[in-house]
């Protein structure tokens, strides 16, 4: 009998592949009889990230979703989650990421760390997550959905990659001892109009709280952070949808901007 979490796996695979979405993967999970646990979502996510290194992609990161309150009030969801980042989807500053390798993409403004050591304890403090990185940057997620209309639930969104589709980084590093995250203001423009405000604290009062909670779920997933790996540590407001032809930029306080265009 084939196990159910490839089934449920395999159909979010041929959604990225086809860019068709499906209905809500917690459905299918109910007519297989398979729990829609968070640990299984993370189990069929496992099995896509381990076909897509087969395939010859690299992880260079890991993503933090569901940190802002405004994002999981327009989610409907009520608790953080990760997904990978991989090396196809990264963009730098200015790129144009065209619209035909996306299924219905928003965009978000995020600070991404670097690290320079690893983060192995399963009780990492936001200390330890200091001490790891070498810098921060401005970023910008573009996140997507293989589930149709994007009616997600935490089940569906972990499965799912954490709704993970590319991510654009600044090119300006700043030191963290340089720079106060937490009051830190994010301004977000769609061309010349203001679509997305926000402030470092809306990311889980801290974009470093959420780091550090990113790093112990990972170590006692057996699956630590590495150094060399980014981390983006989650919206700082509302996600945009995006559309051809728009250009996005976002601007946080003390890390500068970071752009894309849609082609």
């Known amino acids: 009998m084939t196990d159910p ?10 959604a ?33 990230r381990d076909r897509r290194v087969r395939g010859g992609d690299r992880v ?6 569901l940190t802002s309150l405004a994002v999981q009030r327009q989610l409907g969801v009520d608790s953080p989650d990760f997904g990978d980042l991989w090396a196809s989807t990264s963009h730098g500053d200015g790129d144009a990421v065209p619209l035909a390798t996306l299924i219905q993409p928003k965009v978000e403004a995020e600070v991404a760390l670097v690290l320079e050591r ?22 910008l997620e573009i996140v ?11 089940f569906d969104t972990i499965a799912d990659n954490a709704s993970a589709a590319a991510f654009v980084l600044g090119a300006d ?37 959420a780091a550090a909670w990113l790093a112990r779920t990972l170590a006692r997933r057996g699956d630590p952070l590495r150094a060399g790996d980014i981390v983006l540590t989650g919206a ?3 996600m945009v949808p995006a559309r051809a032809g728009d250009a996005f930029e976002a601007r946080i306080e003390g890390l500068g901007g970071v752009s894309v265009r849609f082609a």
């Open 118 to 139: 690893d983060v192995p304890n399963p009780d990492a403090t936001v200390v330890d997550v200091i001490r790891a990185s070498a810098f921060a940057l401005a970023a």
């Open 5 to 14: 979490r490839i089934t449920l796996a395999d159909l979010l695979w041929e």
């Open 16 to 48: 990225a592949a086809t860019g068709r979405p499906i209905a809500p993967l917690r459905e299918a999970a109910a007519a297989a009889g398979a729990p829609a646990t968070a640990d299984e979502a993370y189990a069929i996510q496992r099995i896509n």
């Open 60 to 65: 260079v990161g890991r993503k933090i979703g």
């Open 173 to 209: 590093p700043v030191r963290l001892d340089r720079i106060a995250l937490r009051e830190a203001r994010m301004v977000m423009t769609r061309g010349a109009e203001s679509v997305s405000e926000g402030v470092g604290s809306a990311c889980m009062g801290h974009p470093l709280n």
């Open 144 to 154: 997507d959905s293989r589930i149709a209309d994007w009616k997600i639930g935490l």
């Open 236 to 238: 700082l407001g509302p």
